[in-house]
């Protein structure tokens, strides 16, 4: 018998080495005052479904649009009513827009250099580890020319 979970889309968006962080009102991700942009896939259907949602959300929460989206990470938990949770953060550069936090979801947001990040002893594994995979592909690609 399969196991019935839920699919968390999260967006690291960066910005001249910059990614904007944001604190929720309620957040599916783990780690306290740090967590994306993004929400729970709720129902939808069609191609590209998570990437469409994944845009969609981010627009509506804080007004942002984002260039090409790449996995740059994921990790399942589960949740307190005992079921599964997977999520997947998605890397892509920053396009365009002005962070304006939709009132009543996001409290707070802004942007950080991975390098203060680091820095910080309460930055979660999991953020970490998907800059650190976002950024080395990014290097990869044409030579590391952006």
Request: no cysteine; charged share 20%; proline share 4%.
């Amino acid at each position: 018998m399969s196991t019935p979970y839920l699919v968390g889309l999260y967006a690291l968006i960066d910005h001249n080495s910059k990614y904007l962080l944001v604190r929720q009102r309620s957040s599916s991700l783990p780690g306290g005052h740090y967590s994306l942009p993004g929400s729970v896939l709720l129902g939808d259907l069609g191609d590209k479904v998570a990437e469409l949602h994944l845009r969609r959300t981010v627009l509506a929460q804080l007004g942002i649009s984002m260039g090409e989206l790449k996995l740059a990470g994921s990790h399942a938990l589960r949740l307190t009513d005992g079921g599964t949770q997977l999520n997947l953060i998605f890397g892509a550069e920053y396009n365009s827009g002005v962070p304006n936090p939709q009132s009543g979801v996001i409290l707070n947001a802004e942007w950080v250099a991975s390098s203060e990040l680091r820095r910080r002893d309460d930055a979660p594994a999991w953020l970490l580890s998907a800059i650190d995979t976002y950024e080395k592909n990014r290097a990869t690609e044409v030579g590391g020319k952006r």
